[in-house]
């Protein structure tokens, strides 16, 4: 296996660490900046737009967006980022990885822009364009990560490509805190200029015309750091695992790479011929060989993310209760609808500045020392003990005496889902498929995650209604409750943990040595 290993490639596994590394973190991670902050802020301004759009004259309660709209709102993005998840997965390795990043950054930004716009002023053409473009944006979004986590991947050296892959997923966590502060900055600046009253006091003076700003000025933002990092994506040179071994191109790729690290690379044309002849680069996606070699691998990566992003997602749903609980969001009538969306945006930077972002970084420090498998086990089990804690106890933790033990409880499984499996279920999909399907399978990995969110978001935005249909929340039929909701969410992580025993463990190896890329039957008998 050593002695197959093109010289082009041992290179960039034994490179020491160099500037080159974090330009590619920084370019990779602003688009997982710029993903986090399109997903995220969405859920800061659907208070906003029921105020806005659906409160009836006289209603006691500022309005709320029906279940339908709500679902569509804050859904249809994940819909759009599992399709372009498939598709530019499988374009990343037709095309290669570069051709295809600039396009979906492209998509990022023109769809960023065009969510903040609407055709018309009635609520249906509204929402419908707001639908519309989140999902088109939710489309480049998906591409992004299997495009971002192969590149890195292909470009980082084998001691510490966890670290570099996580560390562009980690941008995700800053995403989160910045969307929370724009939205900060933003309603703090509106409340101070027109300084409304709260709903119950004037229900028509507490939504001030100039609040439909708000709404979008805080989506719209999305597309600026997307479009600070196009020049840089576009400099990058194709990886050398691309060009060499799915390309065939042993030249190029000596010449690129040589650019890059600065030393004299042999361009190995004969070798890479060879290598192309083996019946280890020849199988498909759909064939029994890859069942063979890699099936049990993919429907590992696939469960495990599927079953994290369903309890990742629904977390988000309880925030209400949460917030609600420890008194950071007080009854929405006693707000005017600026003050409302300062006060959700507050909470969300909170647990991002506290949990979130932390957790992320913990990953990135720890993932090459103790590995993938440890921190994914160790991610699912704490979070199964933290959801369980709070839902069988639940009536305690909302009485106003336990609110800090609530709210710690609450942060500390975002911390473990992110120093666990919600970043490394990102970095192994681009560690243990070969180069020639690696993005295939990342993406279908990644579309496995959204179709949990999917889940966790719709259907647990049922589930978690009140038993009691006096107590529902508007337009919701009675679901099975909070508590037992977090208790299915705690049974999910269990068998989360379970499933994480077919991934296996790619720390301290090459991408070919991890996914036996090279190997052939012969070789694997005698043990190379």
Same mark, same amino acid.
């Given at each position: 296996?050593? *002695?197959?290993?093109?010289?082009?490639?041992?290179?960039?596994?034994?490179?020491?660490?160099?500037?080159?590394?974090?330009?590619?973190?920084?370019?990779?991670?602003?688009?997982?900046?710029?993903?986090?902050?399109?997903?995220?802020?969405?859920?800061?301004?659907?208070?906003?737009? *029921?105020?806005?759009?659906?409160?009836?004259?006289?209603?006691?309660?500022?309005? !709320?967006?029906?279940?339908?709209?709500?679902?569509?709102?804050?859904?249809?993005?994940?819909?759009?980022?599992?399709?372009?998840?498939?598709?530019?997965?499988?374009?990343?390795?037709?095309?290669?990885?570069?051709?295809?990043?600039?396009?979906?950054?492209?998509?990022?930004?023109?769809?960023?822009?065009?969510?903040?716009?609407?055709?018309?002023?009635?609520?249906?053409?509204?929402?419908?364009?707001?639908?519309?473009?989140?999902?088109?944006?939710?489309?480049?979004?998906?591409?992004?990560?299997?495009?971002?986590? !192969? #590149?890195?991947?292909?470009?980082?050296?084998?001691?510490?490509? *966890?670290?570099?892959?996580?560390?562009?997923?980690?941008?995700?966590?800053?995403? #989160?805190?910045?969307?929370?502060?724009?939205?900060?900055?933003?309603?703090?600046?509106?409340?101070?200029?027109?300084?409304?009253?709260?709903?119950?006091?004037?229900?028509?003076?507490?939504?001030?015309?100039?609040?439909?700003?708000?709404? /979008?000025? #805080?989506?719209?933002?999305?597309?600026?750091?997307?479009?600070?990092?196009?020049?840089?994506?576009?400099?990058?040179?194709?990886?050398?695992?691309?060009?060499?071994?799915?390309?065939?191109?042993?030249?190029?790729?000596?010449?690129?790479?040589?650019?890059?690290?600065?030393?004299?690379?042999?361009?190995?044309?004969?070798?890479?011929?060879?290598?192309?002849?083996?019946?280890?680069?020849?199988?498909?996606?759909?064939?029994?060989?890859?069942?063979? /070699?890699?099936?049990?691998?993919?429907?590992?990566?696939?469960?495990?993310?599927?079953?994290?992003?369903?309890?990742?997602?629904?977390?988000?749903?309880?925030?209400?209760?949460? =917030?609600?609980?420890?008194?950071?969001?007080?009854?929405?009538? !006693?707000?005017?609808?600026?003050?409302?969306?300062?006060?959700?945006?507050?909470?969300?930077?909170?647990?991002?500045?506290?949990?979130?972002?932390?957790?992320?970084?913990?990953?990135?420090?720890?993932?090459?020392?103790?590995?993938?498998?440890?921190?994914?086990?160790?991610?699912?089990?704490?979070?199964?003990?933290?959801?369980?804690?709070?839902?069988?106890?639940?009536?305690?933790?909302?009485?106003?005496?336990?609110?800090?033990? =609530?709210?710690?409880?609450?942060?500390?499984?975002?911390?473990?889902?992110?120093?666990?499996?919600?970043?490394?279920?990102?970095?192994?999909?681009?560690?243990?498929?070969?180069?020639?399907? /690696?993005?295939?399978?990342?993406?279908?990995?990644?579309?496995?995650?959204?179709?949990?969110?999917?889940?966790?978001?719709?259907? =647990?935005?049922?589930?978690?209604?009140?038993?009691?249909?006096?107590?529902?929340?508007?337009?919701?039929?009675?679901?099975?409750?909070?508590?037992?909701?977090?208790?299915?969410?705690?049974?999910?992580?269990?068998?989360?943990?379970?499933?994480?025993?077919?991934?296996?463990?790619?720390?301290?190896?090459?991408?070919?040595?991890?996914?036996?890329?090279?190997?052939?039957?012969?070789?694997?008998?005698?043990?190379?």
């Amino acid at each position: 296996m050593a *002695g197959d290993q093109l010289k082009v490639l041992n290179a960039l596994d034994v490179a020491k660490i160099q500037l080159y590394h974090f330009t590619a973190i920084v370019v990779a991670g602003m688009g997982f900046f710029t993903d986090a902050y399109d997903l995220f802020s969405i859920s800061l301004v659907t208070k906003l737009l *029921g105020r806005i759009y659906y409160t009836e004259p006289g209603a006691p309660k500022p309005g !709320t967006l029906p279940p339908g709209v709500s679902s569509s709102v804050t859904g249809v993005a994940l819909v759009g980022t599992l399709a372009g998840q498939l598709f530019f997965g499988w374009l990343g390795d037709k095309m290669g990885r570069k051709k295809v990043y600039g396009i979906t950054l492209l998509l990022m930004v023109v769809c960023s822009v065009a969510s903040g716009l609407s055709f018309g002023s009635s609520p249906k053409g509204v929402v419908a364009t707001l639908c519309f473009f989140r999902f088109w944006l939710g489309f480049g979004i998906g591409g992004d990560y299997p495009l971002s986590a !192969t #590149i890195m991947s292909e470009y980082a050296n084998k001691k510490t490509r *966890g670290a570099f892959i996580a560390a562009v997923f980690a941008m995700q966590g800053f995403g #989160i805190l910045f969307s929370g502060i724009i939205s900060l900055a933003v309603s703090a600046g509106f409340d101070h200029k027109y300084n409304a009253p709260a709903y119950e006091d004037n229900a028509a003076a507490s939504l001030v015309p100039q609040a439909d700003y708000i709404w /979008r000025i #805080i989506l719209m933002f999305g597309a600026l750091p997307a479009a600070l990092t196009y020049y840089w994506r576009m400099k990058m040179p194709e990886t050398a695992r691309y060009t060499a071994l799915v390309a065939k191109n042993a030249k190029q790729a000596a010449q690129d790479m040589a650019n890059v690290l600065n030393v004299e690379l042999e361009a190995e044309e004969e070798k890479v011929q060879k290598l192309a002849e083996r019946k280890s680069n020849s199988f498909g996606l759909f064939s029994k060989e890859f069942v063979r /070699r890699h099936g049990l691998h993919l429907f590992g990566t696939t469960s495990t993310w599927f079953l994290l992003d369903i309890a990742f997602y629904s977390q988000n749903l309880f925030q209400k209760d949460v =917030f609600s609980a420890v008194g950071w969001i007080p009854p929405a009538k !006693t707000m005017n609808a600026i003050e409302e969306v300062f006060r959700i945006s507050k909470a969300q930077t909170l647990i991002a500045l506290c949990s979130t972002v932390p957790g992320y970084w913990f990953t990135v420090a720890f993932i090459d020392i103790i590995g993938r498998f440890a921190i994914q086990l160790m991610g699912f089990f704490f979070m199964t003990v933290f959801m369980f804690a709070i839902a069988i106890p639940y009536q305690h933790w909302t009485e106003k005496a336990n609110r800090v033990g =609530f709210i710690i409880m609450y942060a500390l499984t975002f911390f473990f889902a992110n120093f666990g499996p919600n970043a490394t279920t990102f970095v192994v999909p681009a560690e243990i498929f070969p180069a020639r399907l /690696r993005s295939t399978c990342h993406g279908i990995s990644a579309a496995a995650g959204k179709a949990g969110a999917i889940v966790g978001a719709y259907g =647990f935005l049922y589930a978690a209604q009140s038993k009691d249909a006096s107590k529902t929340d508007a337009g919701y039929p009675p679901g099975i409750g909070v508590r037992n909701s977090l208790i299915v969410l705690g049974v999910i992580n269990v068998l989360g943990m379970v499933c994480t025993f077919a991934v296996p463990e790619p720390k301290g190896k090459s991408l070919e040595e991890a996914s036996r890329e090279n190997v052939d039957d012969q070789d694997e008998c005698v043990g190379v």
